[in-house]
């Protein structure tokens, strides 16, 4: 039998380890030229905000929180349908996450949803757009700013997604990427966050680094949340793929979209450029077989998230949370590999797999 295809595949080729090893033999290994370089680079991707990096995507969330000065008893709108991550950030910023449903038929938060759940406590609302498709920003930016609300873009899937031309990222006060190996692009863990105020820009740098810009001359309580040149390094590399990249992941999906039958494809909302970080079906029927046959036949496959983040044990004392979107998309998802290295041999073995693996309802 053919080797499994695994559900996701991250890049660390022969330019990534030149990159590394360049800035090892250079001995300046910690947040330097790199750093600056890749930081100046990625604004490209954001129509040219500001751009501060960081070691993860969860320190660009948390980072970001606390620039915004957030205070016990703040209450930030996050979907449930995520990564802990995104909750985790406001719980680690000293904030209380309130969770909000996503729309039917898609997997962002709806803004409904969000109006619903205003209180006089929140401060901010933090849209995720989960698998690499924008969330409705075109209507969450204007409730946000009717109400007051800072919008913090959770775009840690979403690398050069755009809703009506304008790219995740540059929507809200800040939009907060990762680097995580298996993301768009990485560099072996990373972060990055976009603004568009040079002055909110300024506290963040401030905050990742001790609270100082000059050496010993510390102005703020500040982390350690630097990323390394080294990790910078491997980012630029990646970063300048990630057009080709998205491109191939696009026209996997877009043979996905033609071939599959038998399962609920991804939804993809007017004027969205998905960047499929994930392509997700939804299987109504029995979702375990589904997963057993396709895990037969060699196609690796995974389900993001099999437990909405109100469910989860830190989370779930937040009582008389109602989310019925979240918690069928939660029983229902199945991700298919649809990375940039994918064959045209291999993006038909999954076709074919996920056709013998439907069972008829
Ligand atoms: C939606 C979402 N938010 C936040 C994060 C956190 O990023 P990191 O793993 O780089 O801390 C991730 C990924 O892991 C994510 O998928």
């Known amino acids: 039998m053919a080797a499994t295809i695994p559900p996701a595949h991250p890049v660390i080729g022969a330019d990534e380890i030149a990159a590394a090893v360049r800035v090892l033999s250079s001995g300046l290994v910690v947040q330097g030229p790199e750093v600056a370089a890749f930081e100046d680079e990625f604004s490209a991707l954001v129509a040219g905000r500001h751009c501060v990096a960081v070691n993860s995507g969860t320190s660009a969330l948390q980072l970001t929180l606390l620039a915004l000065g957030l205070k016990p008893g703040d209450e930030v709108i996050v979907p449930s349908f995520s990564f802990a991550a995104t909750a985790n950030a406001v719980r680690l910023a000293g904030g209380t996450p309130v969770f909000a449903d996503i729309e039917p038929g898609s997997f962002c938060l709806d803004p409904d949803a969000v109006a619903a759940a205003i209180t006089p406590r929140t401060v901010a609302v933090m849209p995720v757009h989960l698998y690499g498709h924008p969330a409705a920003m075109d209507r969450l930016m204007p409730l946000a700013t009717r109400h007051g609300l800072a919008v913090v873009e959770d775009a840690a899937q979403a690398h050069a997604a755009a809703l ?198």
């Open 164 to 361: 009506h031309g304008t790219p995740v990222g540059a929507f809200g006060v800040a939009g907060c990427f990762s680097f995580y190996p298996t993301k768009n692009m990485h560099a072996l863990e990373g972060g990055m966050i976009t603004t568009a105020d040079p002055e909110f820009a300024r506290q963040l740098r401030l905050l990742r680094n001790q609270g100082m810009e000059q050496r010993y001359q510390n102005e703020i309580v500040g982390a350690n949340m630097r990323l390394t040149d080294v990790a910078a390094a491997i980012g630029r590399v990646q970063l300048a793929k990630l057009g080709g990249w998205t491109g191939q992941r696009r026209a996997n999906a877009a043979h996905f979209d033609a071939h599959l039958t038998g399962v609920r494809l991804p939804p993809v909302a007017d004027g969205a450029r998905h960047v499929y970080h994930q392509y997700t079906v939804r299987v109504e029927g029995n979702r375990e077989a589904f997963q057993a046959a396709l895990t037969d036949q060699g196609v690796g496959n995974a389900v993001y998230y099999p437990t909405p983040i109100h469910r989860l044990r830190p989370f779930a004392q937040d009582r008389g949370v109602h989310l019925p979107e979240t918690d069928r998309a939660a029983a229902e998802v199945v991700s298919l590999p649809v990375y940039p290295t994918l064959t045209a041999a291999e993006l038909d073995r999954i076709v074919e797999a996920v056709q013998a693996a439907v069972v008829p309802a």
